[in-house]
Structure formats: structure tokens, C-alpha cells
């Protein structure tokens, strides 16, 4: 089945150590996006990618980087992760673009200790 | 300016009750989408429904139903003979040509046996 997948389900990191999610995905679709959701919260949009455009929030801190190697994969870089950015990040997919359906992966939560 | 408010935060119920899910939203433009996820506690956001502003018609699925109606500006759900497994946050969701999708804060669904 075509799909969203994310890896790992739950991570565990210290205190400004680096930690990068990752996402891949089976439908082939153009945009990638990353979202981070705290306890009881809508998701929040981070980034996105457009094939190879990148696309930030304008509210998203420096500490969060994104890459796109290729159509498949996206990947989620917090490069000094703080005790506020413990919460579940989400990746979603869509074909092209905010006309159209987004397609969650089951997520990852991050702890930060 | 674009916003989804979904007022009610928690609704309880107890198994085979009908509820509705209501959601108002504000846009400018009169091109726009509108969704529904359901986020079980497992995390993973799953897509329900897409409607675009220029189909109102209403739209049955099983046990779920949408009311969408511009002249209100609302895209109610509604869950009939509800079951524990509709247990959940449902969120609502609205995108523009212009706009990335933004969610309304999401009502905690309980339903008991």
C-alpha cells in the first residue's frame, strides 16, 4: 500500500544533541511537509517542500532545517533541541498542492531531556 | 485573514448517541478547501473528507455525514450511532490557492460503552 511512513516512532534526545527525523513516502507525491503538534494543539506547519523548493514558516525557528535528498525522503534537523521542543512531528504528504488532500505519517514523538 | 474555530474543546457521549462536530471557519477568498482528520490516540492523522467552496452538497459515508453550508460559513460533522473506536480528536482543517492549511484547535471526542 502506498504510504507514509516515519521513523522512529519515538525518540529519545538530550538536551542540545542533535536529532534528525525522517520521512518517506510511497505515493510519489511533490510536496512534503513537516509539523510540529504539542499536547492537546492543532498541528502546527513548520516547513514544506515543493519538489525542491523549500518553503519556511515564517515563525519557525532557526533550530529546525529540513532537507530533501529526493522525491521520496524528508528529513527534520534540530540542530539544538531544547526542553519546548519535546512534542509529536508529523509528516505529511500531498501531490501537488494545498488544493489537494495531505496524507499524515504516524508521526514521532520527541523527548528532550 | 484565514481561521477555523471549532468551539467546542471536549464532547462525551455514550455508545450509539449521534453527535455533531461543529466547525465555523472565516476566509476572504472565495476559492478555498476544506477537511476533516480524525487523530486517534495513536497519533497518526487520518483523512476524512475534502470538500472545495463550490460543492455544497452534503456527503454520507457510513455512519459519518457533513453539513457544509456557506451561508453560515460552517462544516459540521456528524457522527450517527456512535462507537468507542470514533474515540478521538477530530480536527478541522481550511486551505486557500494562497495559503498553507490551517487547522481549527480540535474537539476530544469520548464516547463510552
Known amino acids: 500500500d502506498a504510504m507514509v511512513i516515519q521513523n522512529p516512532r519515538y525518540q529519545v534526545t538530550q538536551f542540545g544533541k542533535p536529532v534528525t527525523l525522517s520521512c518517506s513516502q510511497t505515493l510519489n507525491h511533490n510536496v512534503m511537509y513537516w509539523y510540529q503538534q504539542k499536547s492537546s494543539q492543532a498541528p502546527k506547519l513548520l516547513f514544506h517542500y515543493y519538489d525542491k523548493d523549500f518553503n519556511n514558516e515564517a515563525d519557525t525557528p532557526d533550530n529546525f532545517q529540513s532537507r530533501r535528498p529526493n522525491t521520496s525522503f524528508c528529513f527534520l534537523d534540530i540542530r539544538s533541541p531544547g526542553l519546548g521542543d519535546a512534542a509529536m512531528y508529523l509528516c505529511?504528504?500531498?501531490?501537488?498542492?494545498?488544493?489537494?488532500?495531505?496524507?499524515f505519517g504516524p508521526g514521532t514523538r520527541l523527548l528532550v531531556l | 485573514a484565514q481561521k477555523v474555530t471549532q468551539a467546542q474543546t471536549e464532547i462525551s457521549v455514550v455508545e450509539k448517541e449521534d453527535v455533531t462536530l461543529d466547525c465555523v471557519y472565516e476566509t476572504r477568498d472565495t476559492t478555498y478547501y476544506l477537511f476533516w482528520y480524525k487523530q486517534p490516540p495513536s497519533g497518526e492523522l487520518v483523512f476524512l473528507i475534502r470538500?472545495?467552496?463550490?460543492?455544497?452538497q452534503n456527503e454520507i459515508s457510513g455512519r459519518y455525514s457533513w453539513n457544509f453550508q456557506k451561508s453560515t460559513s460552517s462544516f459540521n460533522f456528524t457522527i450517527t450511532a456512535s462507537q468507542v473506536v470514533d474515540s478521538a480528536v477530530y480536527f478541522c482543517?481550511?486551505?486557500?490557492?494562497?495559503?498553507?492549511?490551517?487547522f481549527g484547535a480540535g474537539t476530544r471526542l469520548t464516547v463510552k460503552p
Open positions: 470538500r472545495n467552496s463550490f460543492d455544497e
Open positions: 482543517a481550511l486551505s486557500q490557492p494562497d495559503n498553507d492549511m490551517r
Open positions: 505529511a504528504t500531498a501531490r501537488n498542492g494545498v488544493r489537494e488532500t495531505q496524507y
